[in-house]
């Protein structure tokens, strides 16, 4: 396992036992990170105790069809977006069932980008059922790799943190 799979993983496991804690389950839906966090996730011994699945939504047809991310959103805003974000994550926790949606959608590079979304710009949003979506944008400058790695750490990170910051009873 390299340094980054090991970072990963110890994410993965302390997002997982957060979740354990309060009785949650999680679903992902992961556009630029092409399943890396899903990955990730399903490194850690146990983690179908919470984790349920995940979707590789990588075009804007698959955001619409298969996590109902509306049409209006992706054209009004585009696919990288807070809104789209949002809706990716709202789109996970409402098909799969669970309490807790994950999802990232960016621009990995080498190309793509554009001014208002250079390569590199990721939204990752996370949302707790009963809770509105909490969501950050992140601009990396690595290669395409580092890019989606950075993208998936922090997207653990920002749930790891939501999860936290929300009561265990709640």
Excluded: C
Excluded at 34 to 59: D, F, K
Excluded at 86 to 103: I, K, N, Q, T, Y
């Amino acid at each position: 396992m390299t340094l980054t799979e090991a970072q990963l993983a110890d994410l993965a496991a302390r997002l997982g036992a957060e979740l354990l804690a309060r009785g949650w389950r999680l679903a992902t839906a992961e556009s630029s990170t092409g399943g890396l966090i899903g990955h990730a996730i399903t490194m850690v011994p146990g983690a179908s105790r919470y984790y349920v699945g995940g979707v590789i939504a990588y075009s804007n047809q698959a955001k619409e069809v298969t996590l109902g991310v509306p049409h209006d959103l992706l054209v009004d805003h585009g696919a990288v977006s807070a809104a789209v974000a949002g809706a990716m994550a709202e789109g996970a926790a409402d098909r799969f069932g669970v309490e807790v949606g994950l999802a990232v959608t960016g621009v990995a590079g080498p190309d793509g980008g554009s001014e208002a979304k250079p390569v590199g710009t990721h939204q990752l949003s996370v949302v707790v059922r009963g809770h509105p979506p909490r969501v950050e944008r992140h601009v990396y400058a690595h290669d395409r790799d580092g890019n989606r790695t950075a993208a998936a750490l922090d997207a653990l990170t920002l749930a790891l943190d939501e999860v936290r910051r929300l009561p265990v009873s709640g």
